[in-house]
């Protein structure tokens, strides 16, 4: 497919790799021009010095980029350029509200609109491993997910637009319960006295066991915070959650508690640490 890709950073940089590896015609285009020019000088890719000259006859239009507002710039400047039936994928963990705003924009046009934020991190991105949830036409996906099994493990269509970014929610809110429960849990480990490391090979084979143990466990209890997804990355994200819950209604007392514990770690200066530091707070 001949592909336009907005976004190389730590995430989409690697995502756009594995579509050129899987034999697409990739165009990538960054706001900052020398990241896109090594991208594409180090995989094989286009460099593309505009969002209009990476869409300009793509197939297929993907961005990763870093907010709501960041999305509409960038979709209103690609789709004059792109071709009626083209679809754009949309990587970027924003509202659900810009997701639907962005899907009737694109209906205008002739284009399909897929939001699709994903799970897995710096790390399932850099080894094509990424969980996608989506939502919009599901004829659409189909025609998307070829090129998208390049770095991803799976894709989930769950409904209509908005649906993507709404699971997205759901698993962030999921995440600061575990990440909360697994700091506190070493917090109590270390003033009882235990050695972490066998609490840890004690419980992680039981009902406790999560992938936020099995990768966090030990690199938290040595006070190691610096493994891929931001305290500012999920603030960002569980600020969503709450706006969202404010307009639903959904009561969600220990998310809006740990978003105020993650606000402690970047007072901290924790703005960069993985979202296991919240251990960082407790002592010992």
């Known amino acids: ?60 239009f993907i961005l990763c980029v870093g907010k709501d507002e960041d999305v509409r710039e960038v979709v209103t400047v690609a789709l004059p350029a792109l071709k009626a039936g083209a679809v754009i994928v949309d990587h970027t963990t924003t509202s659900a509200r810009i997701a639907r705003e962005m899907d009737a924009l694109c209906g205008t046009a002739g284009v399909a609109f897929i939001d699709a934020p994903v799970s897995g991190g710096q790390a399932g991105a850099e080894n094509g491993q990424l969980s996608v949830m989506a939502g919009g036409d599901a004829a659409a996906l189909e025609t998307a997910h070829p090129a998208v099994m390049a770095y991803a493990k799976a894709i989930q269509h769950i409904g209509p637009s908005g649906s993507g970014q709404l699971t997205k929610m759901v698993n962030q809110i999921a995440i600061a319960g575990v990440v909360q429960g697994l700091a506190e849990a070493v917090h109590f480990a270390r003033a009882a006295g235990l050695d972490t490391d066998a609490a840890y090979d004690a419980i992680s084979k039981g009902a406790a066991q999560s992938w936020q143990m099995d990768n966090r466990w030990k690199t938290a209890a040595a006070g190691q915070f610096g493994f891929g997804f931001a305290v500012d990355w999920m603030r960002k994200d569980l600020g969503l959650v709450l706006d969202e819950a404010r307009d639903n209604g959904a009561v969600l007392s220990m998310t809006a508690l740990v978003d105020q514990f993650y606000a402690e770690i970047q007072a901290m200066g924790g703005n960069r640490w993985d979202t296991s530091s919240l251990k960082a707070r407790l002592k010992p």
């Open 1 to 60: 497919m001949k592909i336009g890709f907005a976004g190389l950073g730590v995430m989409g940089g690697p995502m756009a790799r594995h579509l050129v590896a899987a034999g697409h015609d990739v165009a990538g285009y960054n706001r900052s021009p020398d990241k896109a020019r090594v991208w594409a000088d180090a995989h094989g890719g286009r460099f593309a010095a505009t969002v209009a000259e990476a869409a300009t006859d793509a197939d297929l």
